[in-house]
């Protein structure tokens, strides 16, 4: 088998591709970085086509190293930060605001806060019509006090 005597462009060309379809599966990021590796020593291998088979594999390790760093460099998770953070926490987005109590509560209980009904804790009795403000939030529950 002559073909695989000795590794050429196309070989690492076929690598590349072979995992880009991969990444392409898995959506990771991670084989992204060892594709690009393998494609830019296809290229490598076209301006050295005697670069030795030991040489290629040491270049691919380095390769694949750098560029995975370079890829997670860029694409870092922060920079996929929301400029809203609190925009599907709904029970977050009502720290501090306050409001006309519906009910009584006495500890625990529940009222209706715009459109929806939430669970609301308190230290001690909160009388009907009394104007609260909320003062934590554990899970989804509503932690109140009287405002002053």
Sequence with gaps: MELFDQLHAWHWFVLAVILIVLELTTTTGFVLGIAFAALALAGILLLVPDLSWDWQFLSFGVLSVVMTLCYRAYFRP????????????????LLGKTFVLGVDLD??????LGDTRWALRSAGLIKQGSRVRVTAVEGMVLIVEEAQ
């Design 78 to 93: 922060d920079k996929d930060a929301s400029d809203d953070p609190l925009l599907n926490d709904r029970a977050a987005q």
């Design 107 to 112: 500890r625990s209980g529940a009222d209706m």
